[in-house]
């Protein structure tokens, strides 16, 4: 029974994965539509694009949910055995025999968006999505709403923890074999980080500051790793093309 659970729960979370990691492709797709409309001046167009990119948000949100749930009810349930009561310590409610798992993703869902505090419209995805917009048009200008440094600096982040490898120093967008850490996220080469952890026995983060402890079967190339590191080479090009347009602009 164990057995199956740990196998149904893994095939649950990488659909599911695979659904976020679609998502995300679709959102940057939105990105670009977005930028283009804005640099073409069709700013009501660009308007509905946002509405569609926030709709699309709050499907990313709902099936983060449940990966998260997914992956909490397979680390914590047990199966009970005839009448035996168990409870499960993802703290959801006690249940006897048949266990109705409908609910239990439910209840897990609605507990993970109780615990979740920021509005869509400061989500890191959107807010770089509105930067990208703003950037068009006020390249280098923090963006209306963004008057303290702290928030300027948090809204032209990446969804990438650290942008080189702690063990190379290879900037993570030229890596050959990126892997992130499902723990503490921080990337690395993967040839690196194998060979550290094969020789080091407390397997602590190599990362600066880091008190996370590697779990070598939990340092993989998630599907969403790939996707992040795309986006970052993006946000490089349209940064260097920004730069070359100032340059030109100089020199006239």
């Known amino acids: 029974m164990a057995g199956r659970m740990q196998l149904a729960v893994s095939t649950l979370y990488d659909d599911n994965q695979s659904l976020i990691t679609d998502i995300r492709k679709a959102f940057s797709v939105l990105k670009g539509i977005a930028v283009d409309l804005e640099r073409d001046k069709q700013f009501d167009q660009v308007k509905e694009i946002e509405g569609a990119a926030l709709e699309l948000l709050a499907a990313f949100n709902e099936v983060s949910y449940f990966s998260s749930t997914i992956q909490q009810i397979g680390a914590s349930y047990v199966p009970p055995s005839n009448n035996e009561r168990i409870f499960l310590s993802c703290g959801c409610r006690d249940v006897e025999k048949l266990t109705d798992f409908g609910k239990l993703i439910e209840e897990g869902i609605a507990r993970f968006k109780s615990q979740s505090t920021s509005q869509p419209q400061n989500h890191p995805l959107f807010r770089q999505f509105k930067e990208a917009i703003w950037n068009v048009h006020h390249a280098g200008q923090p ?67 880091c008190p996370k402890i590697l779990v070598p079967n939990r340092v993989v190339c998630d599907p969403l790793l790939l996707v992040d590191i795309e986006e970052l080479r993006s946000r490089s090009i349209r940064a260097s093309d920004t730069n070359v347009v100032e340059d030109c602009t100089e020199i006239d």
């Open 143 to 209: 963006m209306p709403g963004d008057e303290q440094e702290e928030i300027v600096m948090t809204s032209t982040q990446c969804n990438l923890l650290n942008t080189r490898c702690p063990i190379s120093g290879k900037p993570v967008d030229e890596l050959d074999n990126p892997v992130r850490s499902m723990d503490c996220k921080h990337i690395y080469e993967k040839k690196a980080i194998m060979h550290y952890m094969k020789h080091n026995k407390q397997l602590k983060c190599p990362a600066a500051g």
